[in-house]
């Protein structure tokens, strides 16, 4: 039996399969997981392909994060083929071109809404719509919510406004943490450090993070391989792990903590 083995898992933001949604989402089937899929607009059809790769007969759930009846019908969808939740992964993040690499000054504010709003607010959003799943969670602890992260203690270039993005994500998840702690439901981030994903292609210089990021970890780090991102997020949403809420949890080699 694998550490999941009866947990009934969504995992959002499956584009590709080098994307770290990818990763964790065949990490939670092989561990015993049901697991789910969430796609939304042009993306669909590239995440109903890769639930077919990852062998997930199930349909995916049509999951817009700025729609609000696409939301709850995620919801009632979930709750008549799962009937509960046992984690969610929030692997959900987007900025306008214009927020990423031309400094803080030049962006339109409602580019910065754009990003805040699906790359932070959508956490709360789904938190909220799928409470009464995750309030029925039959796993030792209770459930889990894992946001996917990157560090947002330091200003790094061209990173620009998905960096508030990331911090108001990290405040959130305190914040969340706090309010649905009582009902047994964990929050957490898992802060990667960079790995090559076509999301990460999408931020200009990223090259930047490539050439520096393993000189300042003490243990090293390859931006080719996610396998301790896949498996440490699988750790948070396991029992292991569930004493453990409103915490960030660093995979980056050790580089956030290095001067």
Do not use: C
């Not at 990818?22 to 607009?41: C, D, T």
């Not at 007969?57 to 817009?64: H, R, T």
């Amino acid at each position: 039996m694998g550490i999941l083995s009866g947990h009934r898992i969504l995992v959002t933001g499956v584009l590709t399969d080098d994307s770290l949604a990818y990763g964790i989402a065949e990490r939670a089937l092989a561990e015993g997981a049901e697991v789910l899929l969430s796609g939304a607009g042009r993306g669909m059809s590239l995440t109903k392909r890769m639930a077919k790769r990852l062998g997930i007969s199930e349909e995916v759930i049509e999951l817009d994060v700025t729609d609000e009846a696409q939301i709850q019908a995620a919801a009632a969808s979930l709750t008549e083929r799962f009937g509960r939740l046992d984690g969610l992964v929030h692997a959900i993040g987007f900025a306008p071109e214009s927020a990423l690499g031309h400094g803080m000054l030049a962006t339109p504010f409602a580019d910065v809404a754009t990003a805040f709003h699906i790359s932070t607010y959508s956490l709360a959003a789904l938190v909220g719509a799928f409470r009464p799943l995750l309030q029925k969670s039959t796993a030792v602890g209770g459930a889990s919510v894992v946001a996917l992260d990157f560090d947002a203690t330091r200003a790094y270039p061209m990173y620009d406004w998905m960096g508030v993005a990331k911090a108001g994500l990290e405040s959130l998840g305190r914040y969340l943490a706090r309010e649905v702690g009582p009902d047994k439901i964990r929050v957490n981030m898992v802060a990667a450090g960079p790995i090559r994903t076509m999301a990460a292609r999408s931020i200009p210089g990223f090259s930047q993070f490539e050439d520096s990021w393993s000189d300042r970890a003490p243990l090293g780090w390859d931006v080719r391989d996610a396998s301790a991102v896949h498996d440490t997020t699988i750790a948070v949403l396991s029992p292991l792990l569930r004493g453990t809420t409103a915490s960030i949890i660093y995979v980056d080699g050790g580089a956030h903590a290095m001067g």
